[in-house]
């Protein structure tokens, strides 16, 4: 079991909890986990970012991709979503692994998405670009060419 100084316990602020505001942020890929799909039968890989800059710097946020799922046309559409996150990450190479990801740095749309719960924030896979670029650059996308799994 953990063990620490009650001291040095940090407490979340209801802002904490809060889905963050619209917009467009830079984001660092914190961590990509593979984990089983709630049915069994494939997975889906969660990319943790945290927001490198401005005011809500050191906020999380998550991107779900379902990568490894059971039907090919869920997974062909998942490959065509995070492809562009490689691409603004700079990562080109036709080998691509989510591991790679892990402290790479994108820009892009973060949403509010209602739900019974309350409002929760959600990345716009459409909306991927360099984080250099400036939020008047177009969205980096998959190469025309690409058919989706043999970018993978």
């Not at 927001?51 to 990568?67: K, M, P, Q, T, Y």
């Not at 997974?75 to 990450?89: G, H, M, N, V, Y």
Request: hydrophobic share 35%; net charge negative.
């Amino acid at each position: 079991m953990a063990k620490f100084n009650s001291s040095s316990v940090v407490v979340a602020t209801h802002d904490d909890l809060n889905a963050i505001p619209a917009g467009q942020y830079n984001l660092e890929v914190v961590s990509c986990e593979d984990k089983p799909n709630s049915k069994g039968t494939g997975e889906f890989t969660t990319v943790s970012f945290k927001i490198i800059d401005g005011e809500h710097a050191s906020r999380r946020v998550w991107a779900h991709f379902n990568l490894g799922h059971d039907k090919q046309q869920v997974s062909d559409i998942a490959q065509k979503e995070i492809t562009p996150l490689f691409r603004a990450a700079g990562i080109n190479h036709d080998d691509l692994d989510t591991d790679y990801l892990v402290g790479e740095r994108a820009n892009a749309k973060i949403i509010i998405e209602a739900s019974d719960r309350g409002d929760r924030n959600t990345i716009d896979h459409r909306t991927w670009r360099p984080v250099d670029s400036g939020k008047t650059a177009p969205p980096v996308s998959a190469p025309a060419d690409s058919a989706g799994p043999s970018d993978w």
